[in-house]
């Protein structure tokens, strides 16, 4: 099975700071089709998760522009600009190029 | 829009069965992948089961974890998933989350609130 790994476990950051998340993948996340499925969800605290970005950097609808997936082959990064109260939580990332589909063990967003 | 309603989680004891459903409505049901993702307390995401369309024959995907215990229906004419859990482990102790996709987009796309359930003796 394709492993996740995200890091940091935990993220301290001052509102209105940037936050980075890290995704590597145990092996490349390339389709046979060419696209890539990795995607990033939010979990807000006594939520359901909830999907940000898919197909590595492109925004869900609704989701703000302060939200930036990149990455490629199995290295990806979630950017957070101008982080505000509602984005703490937990981010999972997640691939669907792979059967079995495997979720990272996820990052939480905290107030430093 | 798009509602996903979990239902039928409770406490049951190890090596007992539990049924849980899903509602689901504002998308064509019939045309989407089904899926069922948990969460044990306090831990990350577990993807359980997978059952695709009709033209696709109802094939259905399982983890390694639930494999020969779990198994994911659907009725299209009433706009449901299910999921019969049999032999019951305090492991599969978690919430259970039913996900719907978006064509081209992604396949957990919308997810309900879920439904607890809770295997203890």
């Known amino acids: 099975d394709v492993v996740l790994t995200q890091t940091p476990v935990a993220q301290p950051v001052t509102l209105g700071d940037q936050a980075s998340i890290s995704c590597r993948s145990s092996?490349?996340?390339?389709?046979?089709?060419?696209?890539?499925?990795l995607e990033w969800y939010l979990q807000k605290p006594g939520q359901s998760p909830q999907l940000l970005i898919y197909?590595?950097?492109n925004r869900f609808s609704g989701v703000p522009d302060r939200f930036i997936g990149s990455g490629s082959g199995s290295d990806f990064t979630l950017k957070i600009s101008r982080v505000e109260p509602e984005d703490l939580g937990v981010y999972y990332c997640?691939?669907?190029?792979?059967?079995?589909?495997?979720f990272g063990s996820g990052t939480k967003l905290e107030i430093k | 829009a798009v509602q996903l309603v979990e239902s039928g989680g409770g406490l049951v004891q190890p090596k007992e069965s539990l049924k849980i459903s899903c509602a689901a409505s504002?998308?064509?049901?019939?045309?989407?992948?089904m899926y069922w993702v948990r969460q044990a307390p306090g831990k990350g995401l577990e993807w359980v089961a997978r059952?695709?369309?009709?033209?696709?024959?109802?094939?259905?995907y399982y983890a390694d974890s639930v494999k020969g215990r779990f198994t994911i229906s659907r009725d299209d004419s009433k706009s449901m998933v299910y999921l019969q859990m049999d032999n019951l482990k305090t492991e599969d102790t978690a919430m259970y989350y039913c996900?719907?996709?978006?064509?081209?987009?992604?396949?957990?796309?919308?997810w309900g609130q879920g439904t607890l359930v809770t295997v203890s003796s």
């Open positions: 197909k590595v950097s």
């Open positions: 092996q490349s996340l390339v389709h046979s089709n060419g696209n890539t499925y």
């Open positions: 996900t719907a996709p978006i064509l081209r987009v992604s396949q957990f796309a919308y």
């Open positions: 059952i695709r369309t009709k033209p696709n024959n109802y094939a259905t």
């Open positions: 504002g998308f064509t049901f019939s045309n989407a992948a």
């Open positions: 997640f691939q669907a190029t792979h059967d079995p589909f495997t």
